[in-house]
T-cell receptor
């Protein structure tokens, strides 16, 4: 089984709808991240969480919210989806950095289309 | 100046060729550096970390030049399976207190 999973893998929705993307991990990592990837723009950080009680805004948090329900689960919500939120969304995890590495492990991605 | 800059490519090379990518970063306080590989429509995966002394993993060699603030990746004896986008990744601060910054990637296409 994959260490980092995302659901759904693909979603088509309409403008104004509320959407939740879910991420689960079995790596036992404290840190979790949400990114979006757009052609020509690379990966951009939306939100991140260093532990269950910690939530931080990333580079492009407007229009998004997150919930860290447990160490293993980190959800991303689009409160009212708009077409320019059409993108490939990735969840990632990493350990707490004390082992000397901050490697991030990515989920398979969710392709979201907002019509 | 963008935080992490890469030539987007594509770099078109024949099998067996040697190819090199460079990446520059703007924050001189950056502490750790990586190359990730991303296949089309797939998630990024760590290829290798980049150490100050340079490091090699099989056909792949990574170098760091802190004075000039650039990172390089050399691929020898290119394989068809090396075709992918290579992301330069930098941790701009101490790894315990910040996140990673990703370059936009350099696309490599290896042809028969």
């Amino acid at each position: 089984d994959a260490d980092v999973t995302q659901t759904p893998r693909n979603r088509i929705t309409k403008t104004g709808k509320r959407i939740m993307l879910e991420c689960s991990q079995t790596k036992g990592h404290d840190r979790m991240y949400w990114y979006r990837q757009d052609p020509g723009l690379g990966l951009r950080l939306i939100y991140y969480s260093f532990d269950v009680k910690d939530i931080n805004k990333g580079e492009i948090s407007d229009g998004y919210s997150v919930s860290r329900q447990a160490q293993a689960k980190f959800s991303l919500s689009l409160e009212s989806a708009i077409p320019n939120q059409t993108a490939l969304y990735f969840c990632a995890t990493s350990d707490d950095g004390t082992s000397g590495t901050d490697t991030q492990y990515f989920g398979p991605g969710t392709r979201l289309t907002v019509l | 100046r963008k935080e992490v800059e890469q030539d987007p490519g594509p770099f078109n090379v024949p099998e067996g060729a040697t190819v090199a990518f460079n990446c520059t970063y703007s924050n001189s306080a950056s502490q750790s550096f990586f190359w990730y590989r991303q296949d089309c429509r797939k998630e990024p995966k760590l290829l290798m970390s980049v150490y100050s002394s340079g490091n090699e993993d099989g056909r792949f060699t990574a170098q760091l030049n802190r004075a000039s603030q650039y990172i390089s990746l050399l691929i020898r004896d290119s394989k068809l399976s090396d075709s992918a986008t290579y992301l330069c990744v930098v941790n701009p601060m101490n790894s315990g207190y910040s996140t990673l910054t990703f370059g936009k990637g350099t696309m490599l296409l290896v042809s028969p």
